[in-house]
């Protein structure tokens, strides 16, 4: 995938996660103020210490997004 690729891949799911936050407000509850969002494929996985660094928050991409 190119950068120009992925890029338009993050806006698309970003405009998603923004659609699903309007049809459910409380899902915002659970990314603090000033976290960077990295959205992950099904297959990527995290650390422990990946979600410490830098206020991350990372969310999951499957049908629905999930919090993690």
Not at 22 to 30: H, S
Not at 42 to 64: A, C, F, G
């Amino acid at each position: 995938m190119t950068k120009d690729e992925k890029v338009k891949k993050n806006i698309g799911l970003a405009f998603d996660l923004l659609r699903e936050i309007i049809k459910n407000p409380a899902m915002a509850d659970n990314i603090p103020d000033g976290s960077t969002i990295i959205f992950l494929d099904n297959e990527q996985s995290i650390s422990k210490k990946e979600t410490l660094k830098n206020n991350n928050k990372y969310i999951r991409v499957k049908r629905k997004f999930e919090v993690v």
